[in-house]
């Protein structure tokens, strides 16, 4: 029957079962969005949330392999690494994985799939934390080939950067050109700290206050942050940090006194070791090539085990190095 040829009554009641029908019809789709969203959460809140999955398995995987590459299980940690690699992450896991791969390759004595990593990095990641530390080690293996000059060049970019390896970039291209040590440090810019972010800061800013601030830190802790043993391993690392600070000032003698306070406050741990192979740079830049030697052979684990390795097999060919600096 047309909806004419209706009652009034029968009009109304069938706008009111077609109103009905919506909100039951509404309401219905509602709870299968909440439910499946709440299903989501609970997936999330367990481990297996879909829509991550992915990410999480690729940093849960690029965790291990990181941890193998610190023990010094540099096969099994590249094989895990080549892996990740080819994934092709887009975001910083991708640098990181293409870093380490580099490091496991070059501590295997890799050194042309070594290069290629290293110049992935710097060519895929520009802009990430991973492309400086992957010019720093083609600075190396630029050295270990034979070519100073390339090697000052690649030291010399990280001496005009802002970011913590700088000092290390202006010493060895010093020492790979040929030149003389000049400080990198510029005006002071504002009063000591105690706060790690604001020190680091000045470090990168090439304020020389950077100094002060990591010494009170070294000396006193953060203000207002860790207490215990954490207050220490942060004292640590404020030591290997005032190292870089007294470098960049140009006073290697300070450098090596407050890398040795890390090393032997720290042995066998991430700062102390860190440290060694500071140490064994500077022996090397001074001509000292068997404490070099006996500095790397104290790092047989942590994130500098890699690099300790390859330069043990470099020093173990009695190589052609740069005059010492004086």
Known sequence: MASAELGPLARRSRRVQRRRAFWVLFWGLLSTVLCARCSADRQAHQGGAPPDSADSDFDHRLEEARDRLNVGDFAPARDALVALVQQAHPGTPGARATLLWGKAEWALGHDVAAAEAFELVRQDF?????????????????????????????????????????????????WAGGTELTPGFADPGGPATRKWKDAKEQLLWRDP?????????????????????????????????????????????RTGDAWLTAAKGNPGGEWGGRAAVKLAILALVYGDVEQARGRLAEVQRGPLAAEAEALRRWLATDPDLPDPLR
Request: glycine share 12%; charged share 25%.
């Open 126 to 174: 520009p802009k990430s934390a991973e492309a400086p530390k992957a010019q720093h080690k083609l600075g190396w293996m630029a050295l270990m080939a034979g070519d100073r000059a390339q090697a000052a060049r690649r030291w010399g970019d990280l001496g005009g950067s802002r970011e913590p390896l700088w000092p290390e970039g202006n010493l060895l291209a010093a």
């Open 209 to 253: 206050m950077a100094e002060q601030s990591f010494e009170l830190i070294a000396q006193q802790g953060q203000l207002g942050k860790a207490t215990g043993s954490k207050a220490e391993l942060q004292r640590h690392r404020a030591r290997f940090f005032l190292g870089k600070a007294h470098l960049g000032m140009g006073d290697v003698q």
